[in-house]
């Protein structure tokens, strides 16, 4: 009796809730079974039951098309999902619940399209995922917690489209591995192939490797066939007819008299392959000796603009610490001698690893332990006004954090930033913080 009643009063909501049917109907509604019925062309209320005599199905057809309220319940009586339709699209709230009675889930649906906020729930009441949609298409911020409610993810969509607003990982268990510290990658102009480097956790050796993109995604990485020494810092000039890197690699004068002494060196594509390499130069590259004290002779994070000059980092001429240096180059092909570009290079900190903003006026670098810094170490930015730059500002919270940030970076197109940072969490077998590569947006970097 209990359920018939349950019934009757659903009908007598189903009649108030959709008038346009009613009207189309001049009698009471008949009530049937789905089996019973032809569906394609049924009028009437599709009820049905389960063999405790409890409610299992309780919809409306108009002329075999659903209309106004669909209920179905759980075997112990528990409603399962309640949802609104017209004319066989989805029109309106929808709700799914648990076989405890907790909510599971919630929408709304215009013409079978989803609008508005959409929320689901861990069966404990938590709320598990928050999104918001447009025309069928997530729109805004999108979150999932844990069920203590801990905040797991959190993104962004744009018509439907996830968009990088903060760092993550770049290529997770592709280019960033559990058992390597990754850092500095760099592009050819197409952005299909990237260079970049990696320390093995297992032999501590340090490689530049390169991989390929295709329609597929990232393949995986493979030791580029130049790389035969404790190389790092791979970086394409905009033509992509030559790379730079920095290595420990003995300077063929045989100068070279310390196993740690870092210089730069460069290989020349040639047939789509890359040619021997060869070292800069000793107007830039400097031989470690004996006595010296790091970060003495040693040249390293090499990089070049729009016209060919040429970026890096070595000791500076006041301290013991590390400044940025620029080297412009000749008509003949050789460099002139380097300069320090204060600002932003300190006297006080070690800025390492220059990299320019496509458009040669933003120099973003790394730097330790300033006094506005967020961690160990961070990146900052200077802009070009005129012939100086202008002192560094931190890049903010979003880019930097508690852990720390280097080896800055732009896609080819400068849709995306990279960087390496150690923010993970994740140790080596010594306890040492792993390195990840990480990208985001440009868009979203804080530059004023």
């Known amino acids: 009796m209990k359920n018939i009643l349950t019934i009757t009063l659903f009908l007598i909501a189903l009649i108030t809730y959709n008038t346009s049917a009613v009207a189309q109907i001049q009698e009471l509604l008949k009530v049937s079974k789905e089996s019973d019925v032809d569906i ?76 508005g906020i959409y929320k689901s729930y861990h069966e404990n009441g938590q709320l598990k995922y928050d999104a918001t949609y447009i025309d069928g298409k997530k729109e805004g911020l999108e979150f999932t917690y844990d069920v203590n409610g801990v905040t797991l993810s959190r993104k962004r ?30 592009f050819m102009p197409d952005g299909n192939t990237a260079y970049f480097t990696r320390r093995d956790l297992d032999t501590g050796k340090k490689r530049i490797y390169a991989t390929t993109k295709t329609e597929n995604g990232w393949n995986t990485p493979a030791i580029a066939p130049f790389s035969t020494d404790e190389d790092e810092a791979a970086f394409v000039n905009k033509e992509g007819s030559k790379l730079f890197f920095a290595s420990y690699r003995p300077l063929p ?60 980092w070595t000791k500076g001429s006041n301290s013991k610490a590390t400044n940025l240096f620029m080297a412009t180059l000749k008509n003949n092909g050789t460099y002139n001698k380097p300069v320090e570009l204060i600002p932003p290079s300190s006297n006080t900190n070690y800025d390492t690893s220059p990299h320019l903003s496509l458009d040669g006026t933003i120099l973003f670098f790394g730097s330790d332990d300033r006094y506005d810094g967020y961690g160990g170490s961070d990146i900052y930015y200077s802009k070009k006004v005129g012939n100086t730059w202008s002192t560094p500002k931190n890049m903010g919270p979003i880019v930097n954090s508690y852990q720390s940030e280097g080896s ?41």
Do not use: C
């Not at 040639?270 to 390499?277: H, L």
């Not at 002779?297 to 090499?302: L, R, S």
């Open 40 to 115: 394609k062309t049924y009028t009437g209320i599709i009820s049905e039951q389960y063999a405790n005599g409890s409610p299992a199905l309780w919809k409306t057809l108009v002329n075999g098309k659903t209309e106004g309220l669909w209920l179905e319940w759980y075997p112990n009586g528990v409603l399962r999902y309640r949802a609104y339709w017209k004319n066989s699209l989805g029109n309106g709230r929808w709700e799914y619940f648990y076989p405890n009675g907790q909510l599971r889930s919630e929408s709304f649906y215009i013409n079978d399209i989803t609008q």
């Open 408 to 448: 800055p970076s732009f896609s080819p197109d400068g849709k995306y930033f990279y960087f390496s940072s150690n923010r993970s969490g994740k140790v080596d077998a010594n306890g040492e913080s792993i390195w990840d590569l990480y990208y985001m947006e440009s868009k979203y970097l804080m530059i004023e």
């Open 157 to 186: 969509y744009e018509k439907g489209i996830h968009v990088i607003d903060e760092p993550i990982i770049f290529q997770e268990g592709v280019l960033s591995i559990a058992k390597g510290n990754e850092w500095g990658i760099h």
């Open 253 to 312: 004068d045989g100068s070279t008299s310390q196993k740690m002494d870092m210089n730069i060196w460069y290989v020349d594509k040639i047939n789509d392959t890359w040619s021997t390499p060869k070292p800069l130069s000793n107007v830039i590259n400097k031989s470690m000796k004996e006595d010296n004290i790091w970060p003495a002779n040693y040249e390293a994070g090499p990089m070049t603009d729009g016209e060919g000059n040429l970026y890096f």
